[in-house]
């Protein structure tokens, strides 16, 4: 008995600050190497984030110093909206304090960690406060104040605090925020490193100039990066949208059951998750026996499992995804061209899709080609919601993926078919998702999921095919290209020759080249037009064989919000989203014809190669014949996108909302309004294997 209360006397109470301290390899701070990292990290990401809230175009500079011993200055400074005074404290100085961990939406951050993870870093190896600076746009002056971290409190103490102008380079700095701060680390070049994060920053964040300058205990450069904007197109707002029944635990239930205002289950079911209807809340109840007047709040454990049981059984409608914000194919391509020289870049962002009630979205970009290493293996850059994953690759979903691929038949070298495949090419894996679930706190590598694998995987065969197709083109193009110039080399000299001796005229040689050379052959060329600001992609077919031929010819362009096809004089028809389509019906042996078109709403260098298909008999040398199975899956993908669209705009209730607000009592109705429309996306492979009484639009019952 006097042990049990000696024992007990002993136990303290440890704060999360404490808990942090004692575990800092749990944030990233486990080595000095990664320290820097870490600490440039969280920075970087909290001003594009601050940036993009307030759709700021960022401009970010990250500076490092070498000062005494084995320390390192760290200074991060950007454009952004800067923090209001009375705010800065709890930013920098309190754990798990932050505004997005109860969001459902794509963020970068969601604990309210990571910048006081550098404050208590700092202080902890070299006693040293941090230093800021923030200026908002409506005060004067601009707020100066060092801080540091009561651990036992969890709580910032400030000290120095003052008001200022603030003043860089003899310029007024309008509004922004600057930290400084002194910690143990060691600075280092190579894959891993502060120059290769903002690198891979620069990449997915296309929209961003962020600047590096790394000097010695001298003051002299030794590392520098700058890495331009390549778009003023932020990206898309994302909205915050209900946890989806397919998501939630018994205890997550049982907390929103209790803090529930609703009066009625039913109400409760509809008015608190995404995708669940009048139609469908009353099928969960009666599947779980509960009374739809039932209140929330008096729901027992063994009812609210069977609650949880029902979610499972009953056909819901998948969760909203405007959530998510990808980066997009287009964007994709600058942030790659950014920071990698290559010849050749496709990219794909698949729809979006849904894990255990969690939104998710895959990218993926390959480049191929240009000063990229051929002897090695591949470069991998893998992000998750635009933030770069550095360590544990191996231990990576993404990673496993990509593995999971033979790219051997896609043109790389991979032997044996097992990890990373050689050649000079770079793939991006992108993961955004309302809910990435990391192998650890330090979020370095992505957790299994098997609908995250998947998707993953059909996004890597559809970049592996636009591979194989670019270098397939690239050969028979070349190969033909040396046959037809040594045929129009040496045929004409030999004729020249013999006609001399012969005393006769040059024979017309088109037929004899023609039946040598026995081949379709297309080249297309992609130009800028200074004066109208426009691309124009040029299409020439040449029918080298001896009969008349008949093709269909399509060409994928980079259709979006703004981008149009303004000259086409040939017309023909759109195929879908991106693929224009020209019907050449007569092509006579040697004769050729052209298409030409004109594309609006992109800068100079936005769009560099074209991929062309075709249909008809034969082969075509430099296109590719056309997959109509993709086709009609991207015709289906089209047609989901437009209902999308056109649900979400929609300001009518539907016939079984009207049901459903007859059927609520007038004091409810007045309490907790209705709205007016719900937005509905299905998971891809719902569109191919369409339920029981569910449309191709993945609507119930064709009713909503």
Not at 459 to 474: D, I, P, Q, T, Y
């Amino acid at each position: 008995m006097v042990d049990a209360e000696k024992i007990a006397s002993k136990q303290k109470q440890i704060s999360i600050s404490e808990f942090f301290e004692k575990n800092k390899h749990f944030l990233g701070f486990d080595t000095p190497q990664r320290a820097i990292i870490t600490a440039v990290k969280e920075a970087v990401d909290n001003s594009l984030d601050a940036c993009e809230e307030t759709r700021i175009l960022p401009e970010i500079k990250v500076e490092i110093n070498r000062v005494a011993g084995d320390s390192l200055e760290l200074i991060c400074q950007d454009n952004g909206p800067g923090i209001p005074r009375d705010s800065i404290e709890n930013v920098f100085g309190k754990f798990l304090l932050g505004s997005r961990f109860h969001a459902i939406r794509q963020t970068r951050g969601q604990q309210g960690i990571g910048i006081t993870g550098v404050v208590m870093y700092s202080q902890l190896t070299t006693g040293s406060k941090t230093s800021v600076v923030s200026k908002i746009e409506s005060d004067s002056t601009a707020v100066y104040v060092d801080l540091g971290l009561d651990t036992r409190k969890n709580k910032a103490t400030k000290s120095g605090e003052r008001r200022d102008t603030w003043f860089e380079n003899g310029e007024e700095i309008n509004h922004g925020l600057k930290i400084r701060t002194v910690m143990k680390a060691k600075y280092q070049r190579g894959r891993r490193s502060v120059h290769q994060y903002l690198r891979m920053t620069s990449i997915v964040n296309p929209h961003a100039t962020i600047k590096l300058i790394v000097r010695d205990k001298e003051g002299e450069i030794i590392e520098q990066g700058n890495w331009i904007r390549t778009t003023d197109r932020l990206p898309r707002v994302v909205k915050e949208i209900k946890p989806h029944p397919h998501g939630i635990q018994l205890g997550q239930l049982q907390r929103m059951l209790k803090e529930a205002d609703e009066r009625k289950l039913t109400s409760f079911l509809r008015h608190n998750f995404s995708g669940v209807s009048q139609r469908a809340a009353r099928e969960i109840l009666i599947t779980s026996g509960l009374e739809e007047s039932r209140t929330p709040a008096r729901v027992k454990t063994d009812e609210a499992q069977s609650i949880i049981t029902a979610f499972q059984m009953v056909k819901l409608l998948a969760p909203p995804t405007d959530c998510l914000s990808p980066i997009e194919e287009m964007l994709i391509k600058k942030g790659l061209s950014k920071a990698i020289d290559s010849r050749f870049a496709s990219t794909v962002t698949r729809l979006p899709t849904v894990s255990q009630g969690n939104p998710f979205q895959i990218e993926v970009g390959l480049v191929f080609g240009g000063d990229l290493q051929a002897d090695g293996p591949i470069e991998v850059l893998r992000f998750a919601n635009r933030v770069p994953l550095m360590y544990q690759q191996g231990g990576c979903l993404l990673t496993k993926a990509l593995e999971s691929v033979n790219w051997k038949q896609y043109g790389l070298d991979h032997p044996g078919g097992k990890g990373l495949p050689k050649g000079p090419a770079a793939v991006l894996i992108h993961l955004a998702s309302t809910n990435v679930q990391f192998t650890s706190e330090a979020k370095e590598a992505v957790a299994d999921n098997e609908e995250v694998y998947e998707e993953i995987r059909k996004a890597m065969l559809e970049v592996g095919r636009g591979l194989r197709n670019h270098l397939k083109k690239s050969s028979q193009r070349k190969k033909a290209q040396e046959k037809f110039d040594l045929i129009n080399i040496i045929l004409p000299e030999i004729s020249k020759k013999t006609s001399q001796l012969l005393g006769r005229e040059e024979p017309d040689l088109s037929p004899v080249i023609t039946k040598i050379m026995n081949a379709v052959f297309l080249e297309d060329e992609i130009s800028w037009n200074k004066e109208n600001k426009t691309t124009v992609c040029s299409i020439t077919i040449y029918n080298y064989t001896a009969r008349a031929r008949a093709y269909t010819i399509l060409a994928k362009w980079p259709e979006a919000d703004g981008i149009f096809i303004t000259d086409n004089p040939r017309g023909g028809r759109k195929e879908t989203t991106g693929l224009w389509n020209w019907r050449l019906d007569t092509l006579d042996p040697g004769q050729s014809a052209e298409i030409r078109f004109s594309v609006s709403g992109l800068s100079k260098g936005d769009w560099t190669e074209a991929d062309i298909f075709f249909r008809g008999n034969g082969e075509i040398i430099g296109a590719t014949r056309i997959d109509e199975k993709l086709l009609d899956e991207m015709r289906k993908m089209d047609a989901l996108a437009a209902a999308e669209a056109e649900h979400s705009e929609s300001t009518g209730s539907s016939i079984e909302h009207l049901a459903e607000r007859i059927s609520e009592s007038v004091e409810e109705i007045h309490r907790e309004p209705s709205t007016s429309s719900e937005i509905i996306d299905v998971p891809e492979k719902e569109i191919f294997e369409p339920a029981p009484n569910t449309d191709w639009f993945g609507m119930e019952g064709g009713s909503e």
